[in-house]
């Protein structure tokens, strides 16, 4: 909420990794054919095509065989076998394609002009598709080792971030006495108890102020929380303030949990930046925008635990606040991050 700045965290970050290498490898697995198989398709498809010359002669004996038909396997083999694989494809292709032009002519071996000029194109053409198929081959393997390459970098990349993020989840915890804690969506939601009795949406100043009015006449129809009341108003507007802010709009719920009052605040803004989270957790009324609200600050002094969970698809901050400071949320808290040296500290 107080900083609008684009958020990727690592989950975000780890399935867009996982789409953009499924998306790379399906293209890299159709020009990664095992050798032997390449091989043995190659020459099939070579002797299919010389079977298929002979029987259309021996048809149609006035018809000449067409020899373009011959770079139809130098490709395939060049493609799948590289470049070297290309040049023995070709080698048995012109050969091939020598005895057709042979055994469909008349004269034998004497060859006349038009079989020379076919001859001589099968053979320009055939290394000319070698070279370039080959290089294009020779492309794709570089470009699947730089792929794996990059992977593995990113994946190193995440781990560091997702250990950086821990690190300020313990710090935060620790320094604010237990009191505010960085979670996931399902760690803030496991951390809602009790049931909801009331629920707005914040869509403008008027239901911020509707928001805080309805949650006050609830609090005191139950006879909660009396003497801290005036803190879980300003926790609570504070926040919806910084939802309808930063996010344009946002959803205010209430929960009662025996003497426990939660509020749980929401939005889909594009979250705080985990560069800002500390400051904004610590210092007094810092925003990377100019803030009309308090800060997270006064917020987590007020109430009794914060939890905020941040992400580049909204924010959601619970507040609890009890008539008399319970250690119930703090050990529930704590039990998701069981860091010894964390627990002596708090």
């Given at each position: ?5 684009r ?12 789409d ?5 490898n ?8 095992p ?36 770079l139809?396997?130098i ?30 002519n ?16 099968l053979?320009?053409g ?15 393997s ?6 794996k ?7 190193k ?12 989840r ?15 969506p ?32 609830k ?24 939802a ?21 605040i ?5 979250g705080?930046a ?16 100019v ?37 119930d ?18």
């Amino acid at each position: 909420m107080i900083s609008t700045s684009r958020v990727v965290t690592p989950l975000t970050a780890r399935s867009k990794l996982t789409d953009s290498k499924s998306r790379i490898n399906r293209l890299l697995r159709a020009t990664a054919l095992p050798r032997a198989f390449g091989a043995l398709a190659s020459i099939g498809l070579l002797a299919l095509l010389c079977a298929a010359i002979a029987i259309a002669h021996r048809a149609y004996p006035a018809c000449r065989p067409t020899l373009t038909f011959f770079l139809i396997p130098i490709a395939f083999a060049t493609s799948v076998l590289g470049t070297r694989g290309g040049i023995v494809v070709t080698v048995i292709s012109l050969v091939a394609a020598r005895y057709l032009m042979v055994a469909t002519n008349s004269s034998g071996w004497q060859l006349d002009i038009s079989d020379i000029v076919d001859f001589s194109g099968l053979a320009i053409g055939s290394i000319i598709i070698s070279i370039v198929v080959g290089r294009l081959r020779h492309t794709l393997s570089d470009v699947r080792r730089m792929h794996k390459t990059i992977i593995e970098a990113d994946k190193k990349l995440i781990e560091s971030e997702e250990l950086r993020i821990a690190a300020h989840r313990e710090i935060l915890l620790a320094v604010t006495g237990s009191r505010l804690v960085v979670c996931d969506p399902q760690e803030i939601r496991e951390l809602v108890r009790g049931e909801k009795v009331l629920e707005y949406n914040i869509e403008s100043a008027r239901d911020i102020s509707e928001t805080r009015v309805a949650f006050k006449r609830k609090i005191q129809e139950l006879g909660l929380i009396s003497e801290r009341l005036h803190d879980f108003e300003a926790c609570t507007t504070e926040a919806a303030t910084n939802a309808l802010k930063h996010a344009g709009c946002g959803t205010a719920e209430l929960y009662i949990h025996g003497k426990d009052v939660l509020a749980l605040i929401w939005d889909k803004g594009t979250g705080i930046a985990p560069v800002d989270l500390a400051r904004a957790a610590l210092e007094k009324g810092y925003s990377t925008r100019v803030s009309l609200g308090m800060g997270f600050k006064i917020m987590w002094e007020m109430a009794d635990r914060l939890a905020i969970c941040t992400s580049e698809k909204g924010t959601i901050i619970l507040i609890a606040i009890n008539e008399h400071v319970s250690n119930d949320f703090e050990h529930s808290i704590l039990s998701r991050f069981p860091t010894r040296e964390l627990h002596e500290l708090v």
